[in-house]
């Protein structure tokens, strides 16, 4: 009996998860050995189950050791430094070759499963150039994806694979680093998940040092970290044979990735167990939007200046001038992500035991993605710390968005008398309050 509760569990969790990744782009960067596994059916299988639940996949093939392979059968040696292979121009038809080779390979393991696989040009490279003294020849680094070409395929409901090769502008080819481009795209493609199906152990404990904050389960397995945390983990594991990846994970969670999994690509049905399940099976590092939570510095005032400007010409929001924002400095928190902001709110103390929310606002091309409200939460948090009793705000157009974050209808006989006396009676603004 409990047996068949814990499957009918099971199939909840199923298809609690196939509902909330429908339509969602999930990116999978697969190591060529994995290819080359006795288990690689089943994961071309389970891909193909992924992608007939509804979710847009997109697969960046590895080709490393296909690579090493083909130069060697053809004599030519290339050397690698920091891990970069260095592309003479003269290997580059095999680097191709073997590239191609390993989408093929890719593509012809979807083929049994009935799905539409599409290799495409799509994108642009150009030359790693020389570095300290070393020319990379014909490596690349990742230019320009041409995301509309891809998402019209996605559309098309086709699997996109990207062998690591990339071209310039006059049509030369680049070899990619597969890790790199698999990470650009879950960027420009704004997937939800990466996936790096790689050829190494787990990652667990013993042998490897956790450093505070890192979560590890009862069997050793290194389960779930933040980008910083994955950045100490690197750092005091200087050995760890996954540190390229981990360092792509966190890159990726830190540009808008939601999570990036690390996986052993040598056990069968590894990817539907990471998709399906609560604990999963490999090593997740997941992005942690309050990471990017920060109280506004000065040199935060343009950014906020830029986001509010089209609102205050909408009326949206009253205008304010960079003084008034420094003076106002320390009231405000910001959403920001590689220095820039995306979003802001303030929370002005007033004489009595309340407090002001205003100056709420978030970068359209960043809207919906929960950074309102998990500025609207730091805010009840600051106003909790700073011992206020009560919340209230004053707003012409987003009554809706407050009321459903625990605002009600209040009046201006809410408002404390300094406010009260400030109050715009032409812009005729609806008061919301929320006691804490
Ligand atoms: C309101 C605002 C801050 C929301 O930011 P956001 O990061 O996009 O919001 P979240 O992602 O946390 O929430 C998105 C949800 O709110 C809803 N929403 C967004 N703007 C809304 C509005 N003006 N009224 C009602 N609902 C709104 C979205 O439809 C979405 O709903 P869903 O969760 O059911 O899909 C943002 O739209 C904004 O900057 N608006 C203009 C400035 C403004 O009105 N500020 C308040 C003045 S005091």
Redesign the pocket.
């Known amino acids: 009996m409990s047996d068949i509760r814990e499957q009918v569990d099971l199939i909840r969790e199923v298809f609690a998860y196939a509902d909330r990744f429908r339509g969602q782009t999930f990116v999978f960067k697969i190591d060529d050995q994995v290819l080359g596994h006795p288990d690689a059916p089943q994961h071309a299988r389970d891909l193909a189950l992924l992608h007939k639940s509804g979710i847009r996949i997109v697969l960046v093939p590895g080709a490393q050791e296909r690579i090493d392979e083909v130069l060697h059968r053809f004599g030519v040696e290339t050397q690698h430094v920091d891990g970069v292979r260095i592309s003479p121009p003269e290997s580059m038809d095999l680097i191709k070759m073997a590239a191609f080779d390993a989408a093929h390979r890719t593509m012809t393991a979807l083929s049994g499963h009935g799905i539409t696989a599409v290799i495409g040009n799509w994108v642009r490279a150009r030359t790693r150039g020389v570095i300290q003294g070393c020319d990379f020849g014909r490596t690349g680094t990742v230019d320009r994806i041409r995301v509309d070409a891809v998402l019209r395929s996605l559309d098309q409901g086709h699997v996109p694979i990207f062998p690591c090769v990339g071209h310039n502008e006059a049509g030369d080819p680049f070899n990619l680093s597969s890790d790199e481009l698999a990470i650009t795209l879950a960027r420009a493609l704004g997937a939800k998940k990466i996936f790096f199906l790689t050829h190494h152990d787990g990652i667990t404990s013993p042998p490897w040092e956790i450093p505070e904050g890192v979560e590890i389960l009862d069997d050793g397995r290194v389960f779930r970290m933040t980008p910083s945390c994955a950045q100490e983990f690197i750092s005091i594991n200087p050995n760890l044979p996954q540190r390229r990846i981990l360092k792509g994970a966190a890159e990726a969670c830190r540009n808008n990735v939601d999570r990036a999994h690390i996986l052993d690509g040598k056990v069968g049905g590894v990817l539907l167990k990471e998709v399906f399940s609560n604990l999963g099976m490999g090593t997740m590092v997941y992005s942690d939007a309050y990471e990017r939570l920060r109280p506004m510095v000065s040199s935060d005032i343009p950014g906020v200046l830029e986001i509010m400007r089209p609102?205050v010409s909408e009326k949206?929001?009253v205008p304010r001038t960079a003084e008034d924002l420094e003076r106002d400095k320390n009231d405000f928190w910001v959403y920001a992500m590689d220095g820039v902001v995306h979003?802001c709110a303030a929370l002005h103390p007033q004489e009595d035991d309340s407090a002001e929310i205003?100056g709420?606002?978030?970068d359209p091309q960043?809207?919906?993605?929960?950074?309102?409200?998990?500025l609207l939460e730091r805010l009840f948090q600051k106003a909790r710390d700073e011992g206020h009793r009560k919340l209230f705000?004053?707003?012409t157009?987003?009554a809706?968005?407050f009321l459903?974050r625990g605002f009600s209808e209040g009046s201006v006989a809410d408002l404390p008398a300094s406010r009260l006396a400030r109050y715009n009676a032409s812009r005729n603004s609806r008061v919301l309050i929320k006691n804490l």
């Open positions: 609102l949206v929001l979003g205003a709420v606002a978030v960043y809207a919906q993605l929960g950074i309102g409200a998990k705000l004053l707003t157009r987003t809706d968005w459903a």
